[in-house]
């Protein structure tokens, strides 16, 4: 699914939270950074998606993907 991801963002009400693309609501929150990207980073793995952390100023600090590099091929 192309363009599917996982967001780690700056909660305006204090915390991190993790958001999937195209979502309107957080998927989860954390007091910490350090666990929002862990757990998200489990969740990415888990769909094949990518993370994206963003920093305080909401900027893109890094990128992560866990996207199958050679998907099996159709055949027919």
């Known amino acids: 699914m192309p363009g599917k991801s996982h967001h ?3 909660n305006p009400n204090g915390g991190w939270s993790v958001i999937r ?3 309107s609501r ?3 929150r954390f007091t910490k950074k350090q666990d929002a990207i862990h757990w998200a980073s489990v ?3 888990k769909d094949g998606s990518e993370l994206v952390v963003h920093k305080r100023d ?3 600090e890094s990128k992560s993907t866990h996207r199958d590099p050679q998907p099996p091929q159709d055949r027919s």
């Open 58 to 60: 909401g900027m893109v």
């Open 21 to 23: 693309t195209g979502a």
């Open 8 to 10: 780690v963002v700056l």
């Open 43 to 45: 969740q990415s793995r």
């Open 26 to 28: 957080a998927t989860r």
